[in-house]
């Protein structure tokens, strides 16, 4: 199973049933309804098309053949992502030899972010993944916003030769090794892919002060900061607890790609580990893991974004 075609995809108007849930227990459902508008059908415009021009590094939440959900870097020169129409999107690029999603089938939905770390700014484009061979990805957009900079780490990505295939392995397994939760623990920036099971798949950015990921037993878990009160994220885990994480090490070009399953916790807003202090966090079991050296990128010093809120134990 790849998830619902574009035909089965009918309703993509307005919020749907896990948003508005996420909405009303975050007492933000009037605040939200003034944004409903970015939840409606999409076209990318003058300013999204410079946009995705001019990126190096995008990711894409899909599922592979065998219905696993997977998020995958993309990357290449400018103009890797164009814009064929104001509802196609063509990626001239595919994912990395060893990634999960190399050989992904076409006709199933997908969510792609476009990041420029330096300038702290992202656009998500969701729809339809309507081709997908060996000189690149075709999407049928469905939905194109944007989001406000908030949590990015501002680094300044280089290009950087690609490891040779068969030197560097890529680990199969289904449980995190020693390296795995370092990286994790360290790390200032993951991005993660949600389902729903009409509305298709999102990829969504998530940063703050490394250590802002907790891993106990096996298991992640981090804080939700405020946001814009969509809860695209949130809301798709209400409704499909699938979920896809994908961590990069900027000065190595390790990644590590995570499937499992995620919920939702809500607590009393400042107990420990609520760092952004609104009673949410979220919490994933890895199922499937896959870490290699597949992100030809490399980036030098980080500059934290001011907004990251201090970590609090535990």
């Not at 300013?47 to 998020?71: C, H, N, P, Q, V």
């Not at 993309?74 to 196609?88: A, N, W």
């Not at 992202?122 to 081709?131: A, I, M, P, Y």
């Not at 795995?180 to 892919?193: A, H, K, P």
């Amino acid at each position: 199973m790849t998830g619902p075609t574009h035909a089965e995809r009918t309703d993509t108007t307005g919020f749907h049933e896990g948003e508005l849930a996420v909405q009303r227990l975050a007492g933000v459902s009037a605040a939200a309804a003034r944004l409903s508008g970015m939840a409606a059908p999409g076209r990318l415009g003058l300013g999204a098309t410079r946009f995705l021009a001019e990126r190096t590094f995008a990711a894409l939440t899909a599922r592979d053949a065998d219905g696993t959900l997977w998020l995958s870097p993309l990357t290449g020169p400018p103009g890797f992502l164009h814009t064929d129409s104001p509802t196609t999107l063509a990626v001239r690029t595919r994912p990395a030899e060893g990634d999960p999603l190399r050989d992904l089938p076409a006709d199933q939905p997908v969510g792609l972010i476009a990041v420029e770390f330096a300038l702290r700014r992202r656009l998500r484009v969701n729809g339809t993944l309507s081709d997908a061979g060996p000189r690149g990805l075709r999407v049928d957009v469905e939905q194109a916003f944007g989001n406000c900079p908030q949590y990015i780490q501002a680094r300044r990505l280089r290009g950087a030769p690609v490891t040779a295939p068969g030197a560097a392995p890529v680990r199969r397994g289904t449980d995190l090794a020693p390296e795995d939760v370092d990286l994790i623990r360290r790390s200032d920036t993951f991005l993660l892919g949600t389902t729903h099971p009409t509305r298709g798949n999102d990829a969504s950015h998530r940063g703050g002060a490394p250590g802002f990921v907790r891993v106990e037993d096996g298991k992640l878990w981090f804080p939700d900061y405020s946001g814009n009160n969509m809860f695209t994220t949130l809301g798709n885990l209400r409704s499909d607890p699938d979920a896809a994480l994908l961590f990069s090490d900027f000065a190595t070009g390790r990644t590590l790609h995570l499937s499992g399953r995620a919920e939702v916790e809500w607590t009393a807003p400042g107990v420990p580990g609520d760092d952004g202090r609104t009673g949410r966090r979220v919490h994933f079991t890895p199922r499937q893991v896959r870490a290699g050296h597949l992100l030809p990128l490399r980036a030098g010093p980080v500059a934290p974004a001011p907004d990251n809120p201090p970590l609090t134990a535990p």
